[in-house]
């Protein structure tokens, strides 16, 4: 091989190489950063826990004041237990939420209750007014944007 040919063959591989380690540093650069944006943090998907972690707290919030049978923030249930308001002994409400997803939507919660009253000294099954669950799903969402909204601002 000449001395040119030697030349042109080392001049291509230091070409190649500086090429390579550009690329190297561009990507690792990429990921080196672990700071986010603030508005990363408030996102409206929050996927830390199973579901979005605002609704999450925001059910969890709306419903303290009822007893909890079962919590799931994995998959997104909350039920609670009997509770009766100590103004209306006589009338007793159990609520299930139910978060479908792990975006800040309205279609992502849930909300179902059952209602009971006392007659004869036992408890009988009682509707539920449509406009109490969703005056409860209203409650919940707008705690919900609320919390990201708080986030958001610091």
């Known amino acids: 091989m000449t001395t040119s040919a030697q030349a042109r063959r080392t001049r291509g591989f230091f070409v190649r190489g500086i090429a390579i380690g550009a690329i190297a540093l561009a990507l690792a650069s990429c990921g080196g950063n672990k700071a986010r944006p603030r508005a990363d943090?408030?996102?409206?998907k929050v996927t830390t826990i199973g579901v979005n972690a605002y609704l999450w707290r925001a059910s969890l919030e709306t419903l303290s004041f009822m007893p909890l049978v079962q919590t799931d923030s994995n998959g997104g249930v909350i039920v609670t237990d009997w509770y009766a308001n100590p103004k209306n002994p006589g009338e007793r409400v159990k609520v299930t939420v139910s978060i479908l997803d792990q975006d800040l939507r309205a279609d992502?919660?849930?909300?179902a209750a059952s209602r009971q009253v006392s007659q004869g000294g036992g408890w009988v099954d009682a509707p539920v007014q449509a406009a109490t669950v969703q005056k409860l799903e209203d409650i919940i969402l707008t705690k919900a944007r609320d919390l990201r909204r708080r986030t958001i601002t610091g």
């Not at 992502?108 to 909300?111: D, E, N, S």
């Open 108 to 111: 992502a919660l849930r909300v």
């Open 41 to 44: 943090l408030a996102a409206s």
